[in-house]
Each structure stands twice: as C-alpha cells, then as structure tokens.
C-alpha cells in the first residue's frame, strides 16, 4: 500500500527546475506534500484532494491524476530553502481513520 | 497554519525507564491524532491512531503494551515508552488533522529525540 516515490535523490543548481512522482496501487482519496528538513517536522506543502486537480503557490505546484493513481510535485527555478526531503502521503479511498500512508521520501539537496 | 506542541524536544534516559510524550494541538480541537517513529533518512512510519475518548489503533508489530497512548482530551495526546531500551531510542513525532480546515491537512509536531542509554 506505501506508495512509491521517485527519484530517491535528486541534486539541483540553484535556479533549476525538478518534478518528484508518487505512485500508488490503489484508488487515492487524496494526496498530501510534505518537505521536511534534517532534524526538523515535515511542513505542510499542499493537499489535493480531487483527480485532476493542480495546486500551486510561489514556484511549488502539484497535479493529481486519479486515473493513474499517481501525484507529480513541481519545483522550479529552485531556491536554497527549497532543499530537504519530501514526502508524499496518500489517503486511500477505502481506508478507516483517514490515515495517511507515506512514500519513502525524495532528498532534494539545491546547491549555489 | 494550526500548531502542533510536543514536549519534551529531546529526553535521554537509562534503560527500563518510562518516557512520556505529550502532544497538544494548540488551537484547534482534534479527535484524532497520530504517532509517527522515524529513523535516521527514513520515511515516517506510523505506530497509532490515537482517538479522543477511546482506545488507540495500532499498527501491526507495533507493541500496545510498549507503547501506551492516552488521548484525554481533544487537544492532548500522550505517548509513554514503557521500559525503555536502546532499541527504542528515535525521532517521535506526533501529528493531527484539522478537519474543520478547508484542506484538512495534516499538522505536525516538532517531534522528540529520544536516546535511551
């Protein structure tokens, strides 16, 4: 049920742009993004919560595909802060207790 | 955004000692709550769904007697680590959803670094 998170790493140059995937093998209610960096709680990125749906703030944006039970995470023109490990939880549709099930994570490290 | 405290930030104890954690949402009322372990570069794994007013679901292999939860009230949850040993020793991390938000998201708290000599 965990989903699975691609890449594992990714290493950025300030400025340039990357997309992080989160796959599942079952039907999503909905997917949350989460960025957490060392030593620290995961923050809240953005929920999405309808197939198809895309969300977006600053130069962090995310779609959902509900047919592909699969969310892709968009960074461009990346930052310095933008460097940590993002996670992808995702509720499923039948699930109880409205839990999440988190992927693995993406280590993005943005360098100068 | 809704504030999640935990406390302590960072215990160390002997082992066979008891830990608490307590977890509070600060400004809003969350029935459910959970409780997150983490190792070093790993993914958060959940250990219980804990549930105001009554008892915590657990995930499997996660011992109901080791770890004990309490959710007394809508903004107070607690964990304790019975008998602590080494093994034990990680990043907990409480976390809970504000349901009456418009996105429902999922608040974290700071988490507690727990070392366990």
């Known amino acids: 049920q965990q989903p699975v998170q691609s890449p594992q790493a990714v290493i950025l140059r300030e400025g340039e742009d990357a997309v992080i995937n989160c796959s599942s093998s079952?039907?999503?209610?909905?997917v949350h993004w989460y960025r957490q960096k060392h030593g620290e709680a995961p923050i809240f990125l953005m929920i999405?919560?309808?197939g198809g749906e895309q969300k977006g703030h600053d130069k962090i944006s995310a779609s959902f595909n509900e047919k592909k039970q699969q969310s892709s995470l968009y960074l461009t023109a990346s930052q310095l802060s933008y460097s940590g490990t993002y996670f992808c939880?995702?509720?499923?549709?039948?699930?109880?207790?409205?839990?999440?099930?988190w992927g693995l994570g993406t280590s993005l490290a943005v360098n100068p | 955004g809704a504030v999640v405290s935990q406390h302590p930030s960072r215990v160390i104890c002997k082992s066979g000692t008891s830990v608490k954690i307590e977890c509070r949402s600060l400004?809003?009322?969350?029935?459910?709550m959970f409780w997150y372990r983490q190792f070093p570069k790993k993914s958060l794994m959940l250990m219980a769904t804990?549930?105001?007013?009554?008892?915590?679901?657990?995930e499997q292999g996660v011992e109901k007697d080791k770890f004990l939860i309490n959710h007394a009230s809508l903004t107070l949850s607690t964990l304790t680590v019975t008998s602590a040993h080494p093994e034990d020793s990680s990043f907990y991390i409480c976390?809970?959803?504000?349901?009456?938000?418009?996105?429902?998201?999922?608040?974290f708290g700071p988490g507690t670094r727990l070392t366990v000599l």
């Open positions: 079952k039907a999503l209610y909905s």
């Open positions: 999405l919560l309808k």
């Open positions: 939880g995702t509720e499923l549709l039948t699930g109880n207790n409205r839990k999440l099930i």
């Open positions: 400004d809003f009322q969350a029935t459910t």
């Open positions: 804990s549930n105001e007013g009554s008892k915590a679901t657990y």
């Open positions: 976390s809970a959803r504000d349901y009456s938000g418009r996105d429902n998201e999922q608040f």
